[in-house]
């Protein structure tokens, strides 16, 4: 049976691994009880944040650090996750495998590093993917800019309308939607009502399981 899509473009972080609640967020809460003990952020408010009005911003507007204090959560983070492994939603294993097996490319556009990214789908089975950009690129190159899928679609030689851009983040969307890609909304990493609700106002399509985004590619 044919591709709906010739090419995968996934986010990294609450797309393909469970990496907020169980990574990012405690890095978070220990970092600022360490060296900013008067922030304080739950859960839901780091997702809700993180979608808008999207991390760069919520550090400084929100948790009020400066660019340099910047900098040392990015270290301190960076070296949290080289000791972290965050684990594939089940299911994503055999989505990719079978859409590779297929002859579909798979692209990640994460706000991540790529180091990070490639090991998680190292240590995790994952089919590797033909392409990552991730957080070491200039910041005018990293999503919500298109220019990642500029870079893909010139790349493989493919129409915006092969692509399938999947995001949990408005970020992506926004990426998308400036490229003229269709976008998926993933909706399995949270249950928060104001988040699910721009999702499925504004996706072209939106997905709460993974088992639901598996039966749309493959029927």
Known sequence: MELKYRCLVLDHDDTVVNSTATVHYPCFVEYMEKYQPGVHL?????????????????????????LEEMYHEEAYWKEYVKHHVPRAYPGIREILTEFRSRGGFIAVVSHSFSEYILRDYRENSLPLPDQVYGWEYPPEQRKPSPWPLYRIMESLNLPPEQLLVVDDLKPGYDMARAAGVPFAGAGWANDIPEIEAFMRKNCDRYFKTVAAWRDYLFS
């Open 42 to 66: 739950t859960l839901e408010e780091y997702f809700r944040y993180n979608f808008d009005p999207g991390v760069i911003p919520m550090f400084t507007e929100i948790c009020g650090l400066t």
